[in-house]
């Protein structure tokens, strides 16, 4: 029999009650129960894919010859670009991912207005060095400048000012994450190419204690001040930066431009209507699937049915948890894994209740029974899981690889299903089991466990 019966007891008490908690709230908050302030508080709002709630699904390719090679490295940082400026127009729970050697899927739930988010991810973006003189622009203010990469006249309405481009971010050659050696602050390291050093160099010299803003697509993105003529064509540009505002701001300088020309191949709209049938469709026929999944269990196997069906219950409530605090995207392959990991859970405890009653049948003990049964079992139920586990492995692999984000949610939900259902199936059920019969005590088996 098992040992530490109580201990577990209350260990799966607490992970339940737990779970029923994320399941049921939208957002955990916990108060300091003096000064009443959040300690902590964590946003566990389901999160829906495309196929639930409608939106929209971009794919992209880079324009250039297919015969030539393309840089990981800029493809990522397109990828990066691209997810800052949808990012910026609210956008949210967006997901842009780099799918094989030159194209990128964007993916965005709920997206109504699909026109603008279309023209963002094509700009290619331009990165200027503006002269505001005594003028200090905080970040996110919108300049007029007088550059146009069309070398048309730029258009000034009455009353605005109008800033000097003294060069753009083809000039930049390079740009690096650094440490101020006196204070240790994340600084900005960068060079320029010769032509840009030039331009650069005779700039700050004539005009040093000026701003000097660094403008991304008209909008600041920082304004230090000149303290010292540049010359050489390198500099550092300081602030209070912290290590991930110093990386996203050398990107911007690094790749204010996209580094890789993109071209939209393919978009795909699914209506929010859509999305709703599908999910009440997906509800349906879970709640048909688990009505006659209970049946089975509660009559072929009696009192381990119960048992089983309870485990159930458990395991789809950590695991729905778990997708809630994780914020892992729920979508109908997604949905599908799930009930395959399910269907995984249930075979484990058929595959235990099966052994038992062959040892109960050989005429051993309730105990014996059951400790038998557990344990020849086991190597089945291991190799079945690493299975799943493996082959979900692999799917999540080549869904990365090829922009098959169908084929991700459904890895995804799989493999945890697989282990948290192995969980419920070797540790939950046998407790649960081990509870009932010492408190029922049955003495006819064949009532009992179906024999």
């Not at 505002?245 to 890789?260: H, K, M």
């Not at 003990?365 to 089945?380: E, F, I, P, V, Y």
């Amino acid at each position: 029999m098992i040992r530490n019966l109580t201990n577990r007891i209350i260990l799966i008490v607490v992970v339940v009650a737990l779970a029923v908690w994320i399941d049921l709230s939208r957002e955990i908050e916990l108060l300091n129960p003096i000064t009443d302030e959040a300690l902590f508080s964590r946003n566990v709002e389901p999160r829906l894919g495309l196929d639930l709630q409608g939106g929209l699904q971009v794919l992209l390719e880079a324009d250039i010859p297919a015969d030539q090679t393309i840089d990981p490295e800029a493809m990522e940082v397109a990828r990066q670009i691209v997810q800052q400026r949808t990012d910026a127009l609210g956008v949210n729970e967006n997901v842009i991912q780099v799918a094989g050697d030159r194209r990128i899927v964007g993916e965005f739930p709920g997206l109504e207005d699909t026109e603008s988010v279309l023209a963002t991810i094509q700009q290619t973006g331009l990165l200027e060095f503006v002269d505001t003189g005594d003028y200090y622009p905080e970040p996110g203010t919108i300049l007029v400048t007088d550059y146009s990469p069309t070398g048309e006249p730029v258009e000034v309405a009455e009353g605005e000012t109008i800033y000097h481009t003294i060069m753009t971010g083809a000039e930049v050659d390079s740009v690096v994450v650094g440490q101020d050696t006196l204070n240790s602050n994340y600084v900005i390291n960068f060079a320029l190419k010769s032509n840009g050093a030039k331009i650069f160099g005779d700039h700050t010299t004539a005009n040093t204690g000026k701003y000097l803003a660094i403008v991304l697509d008209k909008q600041v993105i920082s304004a230090p001040v000149i303290n010292d003529p540049i010359i050489g064509g390198q500099g550092t540009i300081s602030g209070n930066f912290t290590l991930e505002e110093a990386n996203a701001f050398a990107i911007q300088l690094r790749y204010g431009s996209l580094p890789v020309p993109l071209k939209i191949v393919e978009t795909r709209i699914i209506g929010p209507t859509l999305g709703a049938d599908s999910l009440n469709k997906s509800v349906v026929a879970g709640l048909i699937g688990m009505i006659i999944v209970v049946l089975f269990m509660v009559i072929y196997y009696r009192l381990p049915g119960i048992v089983a069906v309870l485990s159930i219950l458990i395991y789809a409530a950590i695991a729905f948890a778990v997708f809630k605090w994780f914020h892992f995207t729920l979508t109908l392959p997604g949905i599908a894994g799930f009930m395959l990991s399910t269907g995984t859970a249930l075979d484990s405890n058929i595959l235990i209740f099966e052994r038992m009653k062959e040892e109960l049948r050989n005429g051993k003990t309730l105990n014996q029974a059951m400790d038998q049964g557990w344990t020849r079992a086991w190597s089945s139920i291991r190799d079945s899981n690493l299975a799943a586990i493996i082959t979900s492995v692999i799917l999540f692999w080549f869904g990365s690889s090829f922009g098959a984000t169908i084929v991700k949610g459904f890895s995804l939900t799989l493999a945890l299903g697989v282990i948290i259902s192995l969980f419920t199936a070797v540790y939950v059920t046998r407790t649960l089991l081990a509870l009932f019969l010492r408190t029922f005590k049955p003495q006819n088996y064949e009532r009992w466990f179906g024999l």
